[in-house]
């Protein structure tokens, strides 16, 4: 096949993304050749061989063209103009939703050609992307009844996400606020003092993160996973209450874990930043010779956070201050964070035993509870979440699967705070 039918041509203007959708296709080990224009107006200067693009040796038509669906400079009307071009017509365009989505599903093994040559492929093949979460059964992306969004390992690596606040942050529709106590999602504009993420249901590997006192659930420092942990993340928008219950409201956030193959030895890191910031982990993962995977990880995080934050309202300049105000509204070393978790994962052919764990220590620098005494530093917060979980599944004929789930959960808040009373 020539070079100019194996050729891939990609109009996206981030770089990210540029980066992100090359990595994958050289990971895969596909033979296309690869070649990036900026906007609409350059992907026409290159297929009808104007502008910079006059070589037709360095500039051959490609097989397939990727189409970023912000496509930028005229980016859709020229997307009109190719498919009633006589030139460009023949050729194949793929308009993405999604760079990661391309990527992930361009690496799976469903999605990947016998000869490497990604231009065979049809256009349902290069999306054949399986989600479990919209209908809890595995389907393809295109067919969920519901708009999913897939945020993969390999963007939480290259992207730096360290919470699962981090990954929403990211994504359409959603808003993640923090109070220096927890972190609260927003959806699609929506958000409720007092709720607690309540009406957001959080899943790690099918088992319910919602703890049944307030339905709360958390997402930031205080989730129970290390990131480094996550396969994916499936975010599934709108209610799916018939599927999940109430707390499946807005949407539902089911976060997929690594398998041990996955790592297949140790990996060990550690950090420090800014602020006293410093932590660690470990995780062990391997496939045994009886084909069983045992996946086992622990990590730590410790900060010290702001030494010093003002709050205008404890000033006892301000005319408006709170009646606890003091230090001139200055709380001194109370962002102070500090985290512990461990999880374990053992899998064989039909069972997956899993366990985890993670307890969180802050301090809390707003006295926000009433009569709390302001720039205490006896006020802190105590979180800790644990589960564990014994799944059964097998699948019994081409679409019938029997699935048992047997777990146990444990929620522990504790609060030291203070007390100021009034005169």
């Known amino acids: 096949m020539s070079e100019a039918k194996r050729s891939i041509t990609i109009m996206r203007a981030d770089d990210d993304d540029r980066m992100m959708a090359k990595e994958a296709l050289e ?4 033979v296309n050749v690869i070649r990036f224009v900026e906007d609409g107006e350059a992907l026409m200067d290159y297929l009808y061989r104007g502008g910079s693009y006059g070589d037709a040796k360095h500039s051959p038509r490609p097989g397939l063209i990727l189409l970023d669906l912000n496509m930028p400079k005229r980016g859709r009307q020229i997307m009109r103009k190719m498919t009633s071009g006589v ?20 690496g799976s093994e469903e999605a990947r050609p016998p000869s490497g040559d990604l231009t065979e492929l049809s256009l ?12 809890k059964f595995d389907q393809k992306i295109s067919e969920a009844p519901s708009s999913v969004t897939i945020i993969t390992a390999d963007e939480i690596r290259k992207y730096g996400y ?25 959806v699609r504009g929506f958000g409720r003092t007092g709720d607690w993420n309540s009406r957001v249901l959080v899943l790690v590997d099918g088992h319910r993160m919602n703890e049944i006192t307030y339905d709360s659930v958390y997402v930031a420092k205080e989730f129970i996973l290390d990131m480094d942990l996550v396969d994916r993340v499936e975010i599934i928008r709108g209610p799916s209450s018939s599927l999940y219950g109430d707390n499946a409201f807005f949407a539902v956030i089911s976060v997929i874990t690594k398998q041990g193959p996955d790592i297949q030895g140790t990996e060990m890191s550690a950090s420090a930043g800014n602020r006293g910031t410093y932590t660690g982990s470990a995780s062990f993962g391997k496939r045994l010779k009886n084909g069983d995977k045992v996946l ?16 205008p309202e404890f000033d006892p300049a301000n005319p408006s201050a709170d009646s606890r105000a003091a230090n001139n509204g200055i709380a001194e070393n109370l962002d102070k964070e500090e985290r512990q978790s461990a999880f374990m994962k053992y899998s064989t052919e039909h069972f997956t035993f899993e366990g985890a764990y993670v307890e969180r220590t802050k301090k809390i620098p707003t006295a926000s509870f009433l009569y709390a005494g302001f720039n205490d530093p006896r006020f802190e917060a105590v979180d800790s979440r644990a589960f564990l979980d014994v799944t059964y599944k097998k699948s019994a004929g081409t679409s019938m699967e029997l699935l048992g789930r047997l777990y146990y959960d444990q929620y522990w808040y504790h609060t030291d705070y203070p007390l100021r009373y009034r005169r």
Not at 27 to 30: N, P, Q
Not at 162 to 186: E, M, P, Q
Request: no cysteine; net charge positive; proline share 0%.
């Open 27 to 30: 990971e895969t080990r596909l």
């Open 87 to 106: 030139i460009t017509s023949a050729i194949s365009v793929f308009v993405l939703m999604s760079m990661a989505a391309f990527a992930w599903a361009s």
């Open 124 to 135: 349902q093949d290069l999306m054949n992307v399986t989600v479990n979460s919209a209908s």
């Open 162 to 186: 360290r919470t699962l606040a981090d990954v929403l942050r990211s994504v359409r529709g959603f808003i993640v606020t923090n109070d220096r106590s927890y972190s609260y999602v927003i």
């Open 296 to 311: 086992i990880s622990g990590s730590a995080m410790s900060s010290e956070g702001n030494k010093h934050l003002y709050f």
